[in-house]
């Protein structure tokens, strides 16, 4: 007489012969099975067609779901893998040369930037691995991406002090007073190089961030004296492909002051500031103080004549990769759902070519940025950045040894 245990292993042999057999064979299969089991022909029809499968039955309203016998593990389906390492190899090089863009950036910075390398020589890749990176979705990017991704959380102190002498005649910032759909309404900021140390005089860089088309300038200063600010703005005022017509700013003293209220007035300039406290009335310049600033030059000190003619070296490189090269987004519209927000952007896209498409800019001009834009090599660009940003990291190092881990007074 077979036991129980026995029963159950003669099922578990014969339910994969069973389920597998056509209508006709099971009828013999049965017959045999019911003969060496003794169990109901409709008993073993049902163990046989349901073994390894969650079974639900109802008992007074209640539902229990239980497995007959060792439930057979379902056979993964491996699709072909469409990104091979080729891909990703390129990818992931674009990735570092693009600053680590996110996703929706990063894939119109491939469409626009890889055949301007192919030009330049600067890659080799076959028709198919370039047809796949130019088609590439922003959420493939990401989750490709996302093994390389690390956050990085440094929050330095603010250095802003309050300029209130002149508060009163500078008025806080309006749309009525702004066409922000205009080039030419800019925020500017001052970011410190100060290492942690706030004593002595140390590098401070101007940065200038156009609110209708993302345009950055920045320019490296001695320190916060208003003469320096003016004289850097200055010069950034000639550089920048369009007229400066607005300048807004926080409430610190190196702008709230004299000097750049006369400068304002002279050259025709609507000048307005921030409120009190509100660090995002400057959203579009402080997202340019880490994504340009801060990523690049870093958060050593940096208080010598040679380090400042090294940032700026940097920064005349930077400036054009930037703005040529690496895609912005725009938020259009915010709406509350509940306790959600709903954030909508625009299409990713560069300054330069928000330039292009805007009525505001003269045609020559526009002839003139798009002759720079066709001899610019994006790969060279960056390379010189990464040249000059180790050499500007060997000057920081020697002199944080020679006055003791960055305790410098004045230098």
């Known amino acids: 007489m077979m036991t129980i245990k026995d029963k159950r292993m003669l099922t578990g042999e ?69 990104y091979d390492d080729d891909v990703m190899n390129l990818l992931k090089k674009l990735w570092y040369m693009s600053d680590c863009l996110c996703g929706k950036r990063l894939a119109p910075y491939l469409k626009d930037t890889l055949p301007i390398l192919e030009r330049f020589g600067e890659i080799k890749t076959d028709n198919e691995t370039k047809e796949k990176l130019m088609s590439i979705s922003p959420a493939t990017i990401d989750r490709l991406l996302s093994g390389l991704k690390r956050r990085v959380d ?11 002498l002149l508060k009163h005649k500078i008025p806080i910032r309006k749309f009525s007073d702004w066409e922000e759909n205009r080039p030419g309404f800019v925020e500017i900021d001052l970011v410190s190089h100060d290492g942690g140390s706030y004593k002595g005089d140390f590098v401070q860089s101007l940065n200038v961030t156009d609110v209708c088309t993302g345009w950055t300038e920045m320019q490296a200063v001695k320190n916060k004296a208003r003469v320096w ?42 000048f307005t500031r921030t409120r009190p406290n509100r660090k995002n009335d400057n959203c579009f310049v402080e997202q340019k103080n880490f994504t340009a600033i801060r990523k690049t030059v870093g958060y050593a000190r940096h208080d010598t004549e040679k380090e400042q003619s090294l940032i700026n070296e940097i920064y005349s490189h930077l400036r054009i990769y930037m703005n040529f090269f690496l895609p912005s987004m725009k938020l259009i ?12 952007y625009d299409t990713p896209t560069t300054p330069y070519k928000r330039l292009l498409i ?3 800019i003269d045609n020559n001009i526009k002839e003139k940025l798009m002759k720079e834009y066709a001899s610019l090599n994006p790969a060279q660009l960056k390379r010189n950045i990464e040249i000059l940003q180790e050499k500007l990291f060997r000057v920081a190092t020697r002199i944080d040894k020679r006055y003791n881990l960055g305790k410098i007074s004045n230098v």
């Open 358 to 360: 805007s009525t505001y």
């Open 333 to 344: 519209e915010k709406t509350r759902i509940g306790s959600k927000i709903k954030k909508c």
């Open 154 to 164: 440094m929050k330095p102190r603010s250095r802003t002090k309050p300029g209130s």
């Open 14 to 82: 014969w339910a994969k012969r069973y389920q597998e057999s056509s209508k006709a064979k099971r009828g013999d299969i049965l017959d045999e099975f019911t003969v060496l089991t003794g169990y109901n022909r409709s008993y073993a029809s049902f163990i046989l067609s349901h073994w390894g499968k969650k079974v639900s039955l109802r008992v007074e309203g209640e539902e229990l779901v239980f497995v007959l016998g060792k439930r057979a593990k379902k056979k993964r389906k491996t699709k072909p893998r469409i």
């Open 229 to 270: 600010v003016c004289l850097a703005l200055d010069n950034i005022k000639e550089r920048l492909p369009f007229e400066l017509l607005g300048i807004d700013s926080d409430n610190g003293s190196e702008f709230i002051n004299t000097h750049l209220e006369n400068y304002c007035k002279y050259n025709k300039i609507t």
